[in-house]
């Protein structure tokens, strides 16, 4: 008798621990994996079709530790089902005066929401923590989708739905990850990585060589500023759930200048990426990742960094905007604060698009058609890309150029790499355009501006011609403005500047090549306007 009721027991014991590891198991399916720095928490509310990869969450969700999720008052939620084919959309909970609560470690998260109804207007008011970061209108047929940040502090995040007919159709919750390196006070809110952080599946990111990495503290207050890691030969490795993740990088040094170039999963993100004495710069990224390890590479022969925030981009709300990369050079690449007022044309190109239109620029200092691909830069653009995209193609200055790395022939190699472009742009139904780069500041005797950018304008229009490619006539327009203006004037368009005259160049500049911020803006006008002329579409449905 007594050994029944010990296997009795056992069993009854096995049950509940089987129960409890089925409600664990559930809350863990919209988790990263355990040993992944970043959770990720993805909810399909209502009765209808589930989105892959998303947890169902019906009216009768009520709130357990066990599943870590759910609604406070589950008598207080209706929902409905309108069929349709998006299961994100197609079904709702509708949380009148109760919260629903998600057990979350205590952090900064992004908060993505969907909310609206195929057959009825829609407005709720959200509330994360009791305070107010949404309210999701929308009419009939549309959806409200809103991404906001907020802080989690007591282990729970509780989020109330304020309306009269609230309509929830999906929520996706992702850690932010906030790194600050160096051996000095740490940042709050922020994990230390150490020199001697070694990486492992249990902690999820480190350096697989910490031999490779060194640290510096200034002292200084700041304490994200005050102290960096340099790491130079190993990479900065962090597991992550597989998405596409924006990656913030903080560097600079109190006592000296700093450069690095960073790459991401083997691509090239960011170029010569640094900062004078005393000075700070960030710069932000996207990158997907497809194998559940990030690993970011710093080149350079001591690479500074501060700091580095990771951020998941929503999968339940993508980035739907036509995108316009541009490959090319020095002349249309960006700048920083501490290069003004030197700019590129491609810098400007935001101001004349709607919101509709995201600018990618990827242009480089010194790059050719040629090293641009040899280097990577392309791939980089091409893991972006989709369909619908634009890529604008600029190269023909650093052509010419007698560097072996550098240098093209027009009428050979020079369409040889371009057809590269190209090819991989249409592959990816993406649309490529050509356009003949602008000339620089040369004119002759009588102060008439010429071509000084030899054959390579004339071998893009020939290829654009056989290829059936938008060409962007630059070349001729810059020659017809410069010569518009005359030579005097020009130098308000190049990097012309007396001494003095900025801060970022005391010594001032004669230069010939580059522009100043107002004739990037002339360039990138002159750019825009060969898109209306050309009607290359439907980009040019959205210029301003």
Same mark, same amino acid.
């Given at each position: #008798? ?73 008598? %207080? ?25 998600? =057990? ?37 047929? /549309? ?55 070694? !990486?492992?599946?249990?902690?999820? !990111?480190?350096?697989?060589?910490? +031999? %490779? ?20 030969? +190993? ?9 596409? !993740? ?13 450069? #690095? ?5 083997? *691509? ?80 400007? *190109?935001? @101001? ?33 890309? %989709? ?6 193609? #600029? ?22 790499? *371009?057809?590269?472009?190209? =090819? ?11 356009? +003949? ?30 290829? @059936? ?10 020659? /017809? ?8 004037? +020009? ?12 801060? @970022? ?40």
């Amino acid at each position: #008798m007594k050994t029944a009721t010990r296997y009795f027991s056992l069993l009854m014991s096995i049950a509940l621990f089987v129960t409890l590891f089925t409600g664990i198991s559930m809350s863990l399916t919209n988790k990263a994996l355990a040993a992944s720095p970043v959770q990720v928490y993805k909810f399909d509310f209502g009765p209808g079709a589930v989105e892959p990869g998303f947890k169902q969450v019906l009216q009768s969700a009520g709130y357990m530790t066990s599943s870590g999720y759910g609604f406070e008052d589950a008598s %207080k939620v209706g929902s409905r089902d309108r069929g349709s084919s998006n299961a994100l959309e197609s079904d709702f909970c509708m949380p009148a005066g109760t919260p629903f609560k998600v =057990d979350l470690p205590n952090g900064d998260y992004t908060l993505t929401m969907i909310s609206g109804d195929s057959i009825a207007s829609s407005m709720t008011e959200v509330k994360a923590e009791g305070v107010s970061v949404a309210t999701l209108s929308a009419s009939a047929g /549309q959806f409200a989708k809103k991404t906001v940040t907020v802080k989690v502090s007591d282990k729970q995040l509780t989020l109330d739905f304020i309306s009269s007919v609230p309509r929830i159709n999906a929520i996706e919750i992702s850690s932010i990850l906030k790194f600050d390196f160096g051996p000095g006070a740490v940042q709050s809110g922020y994990t230390q990585v150490l020199q001697s952080t070694a !990486y492992s599946a249990a902690l999820g !990111y480190g350096f697989p060589d910490i +031999t %490779k990495v060194s640290s510096r503290d200034r002292g200084t207050p700041d304490a994200l500023r005050a102290d960096f890691l340099m790491p130079s030969g +190993t990479p900065f490795q962090v597991d992550l759930p597989n998405g596409i !993740y924006d990656v913030s990088i903080l560097t600079g040094d109190a006592i000296g200048k700093t450069s #690095m170039d960073v790459k991401a999963e083997g *691509l090239p993100e960011l170029y010569s990426f640094g900062s004078p004495e005393g000075k700070f710069i960030e710069d932000t990224f996207p990158i997907k990742v497809a194998d559940g390890q990030l690993n970011l590479d710093f080149i350079a022969s001591a690479p500074h960094v501060n700091a580095i925030v990771i951020t998941r981009k929503p999968d339940s709300v993508p980035d739907k905007r036509i995108t316009l990369f541009l490959a090319g050079d020095s002349t249309v690449s960006d700048y920083n604060e501490f290069q003004a007022p030197q700019a590129g044309w491609g810098q400007m *190109l935001p @101001n004349y698009f709607t919101e509709n239109i995201s600018i990618d620029n990827q242009a480089k200092r010194g790059r050719s058609s040629k090293s641009f691909v040899d280097e990577g830069s392309l791939d980089t653009i091409f893991s972006r890309m %989709k369909a619908g995209d634009y890529l604008f193609i #600029m190269f023909g200055i650093n052509d010419s150029s007698s560097d072996t790395a550098r240098h093209t022939d027009p009428a050979t190699t020079f369409k040889d790499y *371009l057809k590269k472009y190209i =090819d991989g742009a249409r592959a990816r139904q993406a649309t490529p355009v050509l356009v +003949t780069s602008q000339s620089k500041r040369t004119y002759d005797a009588n102060g008439v501006f010429t071509n000084s950018i030899g054959n390579y304008p004339s071998a893009m229009r020939e290829l654009g011609t056989a290829m @059936n490619v938008p060409v962007l006539d630059l070349n001729a327009r810059s020659i /017809q403005y410069y010569n518009s203006i005359g030579v005097e004037k +020009t130098k308000d368009v190049f990097m012309w500047l007396d001494p003095g005259e900025s801060p @970022n160049y005391p010594n001032g500049a004669q230069d010939n090549v580059h522009f100043q911020e107002y004739g990037a803006n002339q360039l990138a006008a002159l750019v825009v306007n060969e898109i209306r002329l050309n009607n290359v579409q439907p980009l040019a449905n959205h210029l301003k």
